[in-house]
């Protein structure tokens, strides 16, 4: 999974619950012929990349969202 590159297990959790919080809402948004699978890596990999800036869990999902929306590719 993408999150092995963290070591700190707060960060893992903080990670899992913002992600979870920030997919549940994306998926809903997604056409049907998406790759959910490929657009939840990705999300992923947002959520790790904004874990030293983010307050808490609830931030980091907020600030996944809108990343993934801003870089979102036109067929989604």
Same mark, same amino acid.
């Given at each position: 999974?993408?999150?092995? /590159?963290?070591?700190?297990?707060?960060?893992?959790?903080?990670?899992?619950?913002? &992600?979870?919080?920030?997919?549940?809402?994306?998926?809903? /948004?997604?056409?049907?012929?998406? @790759?959910? @699978? /490929?657009?939840?890596?990705? &999300?992923?990999?947002?959520?790790v990349s904004l874990i030293p800036i983010a307050e808490?869990?609830?931030?980091?999902?907020?600030?996944?969202?809108?990343?993934?929306?801003?870089?979102?590719? /036109?067929?989604?």
């Amino acid at each position: 999974m993408t999150f092995s /590159s963290l070591n700190d297990p707060v960060d893992i959790a903080r990670a899992e619950a913002a &992600l979870d919080a920030a997919w549940h809402q994306i998926k809903a /948004s997604l056409k049907e012929n998406v @790759d959910f @699978d /490929s657009e939840r890596l990705r &999300l992923a990999d947002i959520v790790v990349s904004l874990i030293p800036i983010a307050e808490d869990e609830a931030d980091l999902a907020r600030r996944a969202m809108e990343r993934y929306y801003k870089t979102r590719p /036109s067929g989604c």
